[in-house]
């Protein structure tokens, strides 16, 4: 199931003219000894098919490995294994078994009852809930598409009943799960730091204020769209009712206290901190709630590990190709056509944007985060940039491109959980690109939103 949401779109209506093209380019570059180009134009081939992108990344380095006949073959293989033999890469696993103990255990209705009761009283008031059930969520899982898949059930069928068109309820519901990776814990940050040698630590404590950012920036747009819609209020706020849910939940929202918490502190690294989540997760579900079955937990142990292994084949593959474009000294030519703007940071994060917006649109997150952080990371740096903030900024527009098509994995996984068409999420989720975009150009040009945190905790 994962795999078919990280790879091109499933039965999509390629024109064959256009594939015969693209392998007739491919040939056309290796004939020609444009062995470089024609890396690009096998992979672009490949997702254009509908291959996924773990497939897609390694295939075309395999490729072009047995072209040039510079290297074994065997070091594909190696260098792999080698992308992915890494001590803070455990903490995906972990991460993402706490995200679905928390969906399957019942913690994520008990989060949703609360945001509900603490905020259902607002114009608009579950499009609110939405953005606060999410940003709570997101201390506990670090991923999308755990957010949209588990939250996202409960969510846009609470919305459909109080009578939200299926638009505005699943673009809010897509827009807010986009804040999942931001605030810690996060996956995506977790691969960043291991690429770009950054303490994940650091790179947690940023993403919080531009995290909270986001929702702040969200609930903006629903209090417009619902004076707009004439939404009007979901409930009248209750002292006895907020009490009543916040009890209920109160042990699940202790959860990012625990991890978060826990890793400013010092008592536990990230990888441990994912550890502890899971062995609280386990508590919660087994023991305090009772809802965690042992035919549960067999389930969520089988799609943790199907999720593990796609995430880590990624990871692989995108390992072996940005491998490849530092052997051929891309980075250098990158800063060499850059060079001009190497004194003015700001063009350098302009430029940036707009790659990683792009890349977004046609690429999984883990691959783009492994294949780009050593081609665009040096640039930043050269230019002054602060890694931990480029690391914000790069997950930040990665998580934009999450919404866009053609791989817009969210849109894929909203338009099965809601029944409706990819077109209708995608059109119901564009009016939220922009306070989305607007958090990124204020993170992006104002460094102390992401830095002031590490610096505070890490001095």
């Not at 093209?21 to 056309?28: E, H, K, N, S, T």
């Not at 080698?82 to 209705?109: E, K, V």
Request: hydrophobic residues 55%; proline residues 5%.
């Amino acid at each position: 199931m994962y795999e078919a949401m990280i790879s091109a779109r499933r039965g999509s209506r390629v024109a064959p003219v256009i594939v015969v093209l693209a392998a007739l380019g491919c040939v056309a570059l290796a004939l020609t000894g444009q062995y470089l180009m024609m890396l690009f134009a096998v992979l672009f081939t490949l997702l254009v098919c509908g291959v996924p992108i773990a497939v897609s990344l390694a295939g075309s380095c395999l490729i072009y490995v047995l072209l040039t006949g510079r290297v074994p073959d065997v070091v594909v293989v190696h260098r792999m294994v080698n992308g992915i033999d890494s001590f803070p890469l455990l903490a995906i696993p972990f991460f993402i078994l706490a995200g679905n103990l928390m969906n399957n255990g019942g913690i994520t209705a008990r989060i949703f009852d609360f945001a509900k009761a603490l905020m259902g009283w607002m114009r608009g008031g579950l499009g609110h809930v939405n953005v606060g059930a999410s940003i709570v969520f997101s201390g506990m899982s670090g991923a999308a598409v755990a957010d949209a898949g588990g939250l996202g059930t409960i969510e846009i069928k609470a919305m459909r009943d109080a009578g939200y068109d299926d638009e505005f309820s699943v673009g809010i519901t897509a827009a807010s799960s986009t804040i999942g990776p931001i605030i810690p814990p996060s996956l995506p940050m977790v691969i960043y730091g291991v690429m770009a040698s950054v303490s994940v630590g650091r790179l947690f404590a940023a993403g919080l204020i531009p995290g909270l950012l986001m929702g702040v920036a969200l609930m903006i747009m629903i209090v417009w769209m619902s004076r707009r819609r004439g939404y009007q209020r979901d409930a009248r706020f209750s002292v006895s009712v907020l009490g009543r849910s916040f009890s209920r939940a109160f042990l699940s929202l202790l959860t990012p206290v625990i991890i978060v918490g826990g890793i400013v502190s010092g008592a536990f690294t990230p990888t441990e901190a994912a550890i502890a989540a899971v062995v609280y997760a386990l508590l919660l579900g087994g023991v305090v709630y009772r809802t965690l079955t042992w035919r549960r937990l067999l389930k969520v142990s089988m799609e943790t590990i199907e999720t593990t292994a796609v995430i880590l084949l990624i990871v692989a593959g995108a390992s072996i190709f940005a491998w490849i474009l530092t052997s051929n000294n891309v980075t250098a030519h990158v800063m060499e056509l850059l060079g001009p703007f190497q004194d003015n940071p700001v063009a350098v994060l302009l430029i940036a944007n707009l790659v990683l917006i792009v890349v977004g649109c046609f690429m999984e997150t883990i691959a783009a985060i492994t294949i780009l952080v050593p081609v665009l990371l040096p640039v930043a740096v050269g230019a002054g940039v602060d890694p931990v903030h480029f690391g914000v900024i790069m997950v930040l527009n990665l998580m934009i491109g999450l919404l866009t098509p053609p791989v817009g994995m969210v849109l894929y996984v909203l338009s099965r959980v809601s029944n409706i068409s990819f077109e209708k999420c995608m059109r119901g989720t564009l009016p939220f690109l922009v306070p989305l975009v607007a958090a990124l150009l204020l993170v992006t040009f104002v460094p102390q939103v992401s830095l002031w945190l590490p610096t505070l905790f890490y001095r």
